[in-house]
């Protein structure tokens, strides 16, 4: 009987932390965030401090992502390149730096479903302040895990003409 009531405490504890993120919740939340949102349910573009983002999501697969445009591809150079990836690793965290349609962004992707709150806010966030530090400490945050000393790296020059514009 104590293990019936232990695996019933258990499985209503599990349940009772599972979420339930969809479009509505997410579009709340980047509204309170952003500074200015436009698109639609699904398909959001927001400005979050000077910076676009957009915010996609795929409710029948339960997919979620949210971009900033950095710069073209055609002006990183390989050591810029190297950098990016090495971030993933270490001060990226839950952010990482992807190239596609000939655009460098920073990406957060997540299992829609399964988000908080919590997790939004701070994607956003860790979007914008990788999107702000490429090219310098390359971090998502003030914490990094490890790696080389991004602090005493000399800022590599984006001019700002290269930059897309929403």
Known sequence: MKKLIVIVLFLS???SYAQNMNNISLQEIIEKKADTVGGVVGNWKFIYKETPMLCVTD???N???I???ITESDNLDKELLLDSLTANFHSALDVKYAIANGILWSVYIHPL???????V????SQVYYAAQTFGTTFTSTELIFGG???QEKQPKEIKKEHLRKF
């Open 13 to 15: 504890g599990s349940i």
């Open 59 to 61: 409710e029948a697969n």
């Open 63 to 65: 997919r979620m992502r």
């Open 67 to 69: 971009i900033a445009p």
């Open 113 to 119: 479903k399964e988000l908080t709150n919590e997790q």
């Open 121 to 124: 806010e701070s994607a956003i």
């Open 148 to 150: 080389r000393n991004t």
